[in-house]
Structures are given as structure tokens and as C-alpha cells.
């Protein structure tokens, strides 16, 4: 009890420190995982003298915070947006997974001379991308819709696969030709029990009738919580039923759902911060700084970045015909965070000989290539012509009518260069349903007839019904891009 007072206070410093810490990341379009692992290296051994090295403890703790992470990921995933990408995000999910797998380890096994299951270990453990990383630096930034999906599904979908290769490398038993349908079936039957426990779940809270708003959001994170328990325990992919769980419930009509969204991104910043402090805190930065061990991951994240990373995304969008331009992008978007520190928690909590080492060189990876592809992120989808500053976003309102109405608001920033300057509020024709409210120009607002001319550094806010709000966001796309004969012109906004 004399201690509370203490832990209490640093852990309230600590949350602080990192709520602050988003708006200084999200400017700089930084994940802001960075600050947190520093946060934790600075309260750690070599710090203010905080000892932590329990790696069972680690992991339990990182597998937890992945489950609310993933959770929030799916809640906040509109199938509207992801729907377009399906198929390119699950095959970036899978297929590009499974070679990179392979890349990685083949050149860990000819450079580092490891044995091929330790070497495949490794590959496993750098080859999923970071969902909290990805949500936070690709959310608001004006990617395309498509695209945007396309790296946002493949890092909800992604953690699932490579944490069963992991389990399955980091343990003794031979590895065998039924080992691809054992992956095969955990995935799908844990997609299985996402989608039903995600469909009863949402029926369940239509009809309830709870005694108070606020238990809608914590019941709605519960289901996506049983799910990863239910998934586990049938032997399936519990991260899977988890992310499955999330999206179904997140584009469900849920009584009190801007609570529950607003709920649930509350609690996957938690989960991040929380973990990426504890992370921060099992490093040793006197095994960080050892020569050999950053030599080691910067040739690791070169041959994943420079290598594996391509050669695995181009021929998993083969099929899809996506153009070149976007695959580059999404080559460079596979941004590492906490999920491969977690990964190579395990190995080090089942004993595997080098099993610090791999937790050590991947640590140094994530801070290197995070801060190197976070910073370049949007300049390269700039660079591109991806990048669309016209991009409708969601505005999170805590007003019960808005569900009651079923209606959503959008809002859109008419950046320089943009299209949409000089067009007339008639000249949009937004579809029936959808309307723009309000125009805020030079920090003044006012409510628009058909004849205000729009212009650029506006911000408009638009209310729409939820049947008609894909259409509304591929329209302003459109003008966005084409202007007010973008019809004419064959611009669909898609």
C-alpha cells in the first residue's frame, strides 16, 4: 500500500507523457510507438533503474495488448473501404507472408549461417507488418481509399499467420507436409468463429436492452475479446476470430455506436502505449548498442525491406492488376512496430538458444526502419500521385441521434491543388440523403446554399445517411481529382 501512491502516479505520468507525445508524432507522420518504447528504455534498468526481464510475462502481456490493438483495428475497419482491397489484402496477408518467410531465410541461413528452422524462425518474426503502426500513420493521411484498405487489411490479417509459424518454428516438433494445412485450417476456422461470434454478438446487442450507454462499448470489446478465448481453445487462430469479430461488429448497426468506436480507440491507445512501455523496458540498451548486434538487424531489415518485401508483394497483386505506382507504395508501407518484439518474445520465453539475440536485433530493426519509412511515408505518396488530400474522414460524434438517425458525418479539407476550388455546392451533386451543413473559411463558419463556391483551405462538414455514404465519398473523390465534370470525364472516385 506504501508503493501504490508511487506506481499509481508514474503510471498516470507515463499515459500523459503519451497522449501528448500522439499530436507530436501524428504531425510528423511517425507511429508513435517510437516514444513509447523510449518512455520505457528511460524507466528501464539503465534508466531510472525499473528491473524487468521476466520474457513469459512479456509475452503474455504482448499477446494481450495485440488482442484489444487487433479489436480496435477491426472495429474501426469499414467494409466499404476494405470490400474494393479484399482480395489484394488477403493475398498480401498470406502469399506475401509465406515469401517472405522464405526470402528472409534463405539469407539468413547463406549470410548468418543458421540452421534452416532458425533461420525460417527469423523470417517469420520480421515478416508481419505492425497493425497499430499501420492505423497510425496511414489513417487521415489522404490515401486512396483502395489502397489504403488494401495495407490496412493486410495488417489486421497478417498476425494471425505469421504468430502460428512463429509457435510452430519456436517449438521442437518436426515439421512435416501437413504443416501448410495446419495453418490453412487455424486460419479459417478462426475466421469462421470471428464471423459467428461477431453476427450473435451484434444481434444480441441490438436487442438488449442495458441500463446504461456506456456498457454498449464494453460489452461490444468483450465479443472481440471471447472471440481470440474461443479461438484458442478450438485450436484455431484466436488473433483471426479477433480481427473477423471486430469488423463485423464495427459495420453492424450497433445501438450507441460512435460510444463504441470512440470506446475502443480509447482502448487500443491503452493496449499500445502499455505495450510498447513494457517492451521498451525489457530492452537492454548495452546489448543495443553492441556493434554486432546492429550490423545484424540493419542487414536483416535491408534484405526485408529491400528484398523480401518486393518480391513478396509483387506477385501475391498479380492477379489484381494493380498498378505499379501502388505497389511500390505498398512495398514501402509494410511498417514493423510492436508485433515482431512480441514474436520474438517467445522463442526467448521457450529457451531457444539465440533467442536474445533475434529480440535484440529486432528491436534495433523496428526503431531504424520505423523512423526511416515513417518519415518518408507520405512524401513518397505524394511523390507517387496517390495521395488525395480530399479524402472524406469520419468524424466521431458522442450523440446518441446520429445512431437513432443512422446517419454519419464527413469531413473534407479542400487542400491546395485540389479540384474541388472553385466548384459550386450544386456542382457537387451529392446523392440524395447527403448534404453539406457547414463551411468553416478562415476560421469562420456559415451555412452553404447551391450557389457558395467552394474554395481552397475549406473545410466542409457533411452529414450523410449510412446507404448513401460510400457514393458521397466517391463523388468528392471524383471532383476531387477531375473536377465538376469529373461525370464527363469517367472519374468514378474509386
Avoid at 24 to 49: C, H, N
Avoid at 62 to 69: D, E, H, K, Y
Avoid at 100 to 123: C, E, N, P, Q
Wanted: glycine share 10%.
Amino acid at each position: 500500500m506504501e508503493q501504490l501512491p508511487v506506481i499509481l502516479g508514474v503510471g498516470a505520468a507515463v499515459l500523459l507523457a503519451g497522449v501528448v507525445a500522439v499530436g507530436f508524432s501524428t504531425r510528423l507522420g511517425l507511429p508513435t510507438l517510437l516514444v513509447y518504447l523510449a518512455i520505457g528504455v528511460l524507466l528501464g534498468e539503465e534508466g531510472l533503474g525499473i528491473q524487468f526481464d521476466d520474457a513469459e510475462l512479456t509475452q503474455a502481456l504482448g499477446i494481450a495488448a495485440l488482442v484489444l490493438i487487433l479489436a480496435e483495428g477491426g472495429l474501426g475497419t469499414r467494409w466499404s473501404v476494405v470490400r474494393p482491397a479484399l482480395g489484394p489484402g488477403i493475398a498480401l496477408a498470406t502469399v506475401s507472408v509465406a515469401i517472405s518467410i522464405a526470402v528472409v531465410g534463405t539469407a539468413m541461413y547463406l549470410v548468418l549461417d543458421f540452421d534452416w528452422r532458425t533461420a525460417l524462425l527469423w523470417g517469420a518474426v520480421l515478416s508481419s507488418t505492425d497493425a497499430a503502426a499501420v492505423f497510425s500513420v496511414l489513417r487521415g493521411k489522404g490515401i486512396r481509399k483502395r489502397l489504403s484498405g488494401a495495407v490496412e487489411l493486410e495488417s489486421g490479417l497478417n498476425d494471425a499467420p505469421v504468430y502460428i509459424m512463429v509457435i510452430l518454428l519456436a517449438g521442437t516438433d518436426p515439421i512435416t507436409w501437413l504443416l501448410p494445412l495446419d495453418v490453412v485450417y487455424q486460419l479459417v476456422f478462426g475466421a469462421l468463429v470471428g464471423l459467428g461470434l461477431g453476427w450473435l454478438g451484434a444481434q444480441a446487442l441490438r436487442r438488449a436492452a442495458l441500463p446504461a450507454t456506456g456498457l454498449y462499448p464494453l460489452a461490444t470489446v468483450a465479443v472481440c475479446v471471447f472471440a481470440f478465448a474461443a479461438g484458442q481453445l478450438a485450436e484455431a487462430s484466436g488473433l483471426m476470430a479477433t480481427y473477423i469479430a471486430g469488423v463485423v461488429l464495427g459495420n453492424s448497426r450497433l445501438p450507441h455506436r460512435s460510444d463504441t468506436l470512440s470506446f475502443a480507440e480509447g482502448i487500443g491507445w491503452l493496449a499500445q502505449i502499455g505495450l510498447f512501455v513494457l517492451l521498451g523496458l525489457f530492452a537492454a540498451p548495452a546489448r543495443l548498442l553492441d556493434l554486432h548486434t546492429v550490423l545484424a538487424g540493419l542487414f536483416a531489415g535491408a534484405v526485408l525491406l529491400f528484398v523480401a518485401r518486393p518480391l513478396s508483394v509483387v506477385p501475391s497483386l498479380a492477379p489484381f492488376k494493380i498498378p505499379w505506382r501502388e505497389q511500390i507504395f505498398i512495398s514501402w508501407a509494410g511498417l514493423r512496430g510492436a508485433v515482431p518484439i512480441v514474436l520474438a518474445s517467445i522463442p526467448l520465453a521457450q529457451g531457444r538458444p539465440g533467442a536474445d539475440l533475434l529480440l535484440d536485433i529486432v528491436f534495433v530493426l523496428v526503431v531504424v526502419f520505423t523512423l526511416l519509412q515513417g518519415l518518408t511515408m507520405t512524401p513518397l505518396a505524394k511523390a507517387l500521385g496517390i495521395a488525395r488530400a480530399a479524402e472524406p474522414r469520419e468524424v466521431q460524434v458522442d450523440a446518441a441521434p446520429l445512431d437513432h438517425l443512422d446517419a454519419n458525418l464527413l469531413q473534407v479539407r479542400i487542400q491546395p491543388g485540389s479540384k474541388l476550388h472553385g466548384v459550386y455546392i450544386a456542382e457537387l451533386r451529392l446523392p440524395k440523403g447527403a448534404t453539406v451543413s457547414l463551411v468553416v473559411r478562415n476560421d469562420t463558419g456559415f451555412t452553404p446554399n447551391e450557389s457558395t463556391r467552394l474554395a481552397e483551405n475549406d473545410d466542409l462538414l457533411i452529414v450523410t445517411t449510412e446507404s448513401v455514404r460510400a457514393a458521397v465519398e466517391r463523388r468528392i473523390r471524383a471532383v476531387d481529382r477531375a473536377g465538376r465534370l469529373a461525370r464527363w470525364k469517367g472519374e468514378t472516385g474509386r
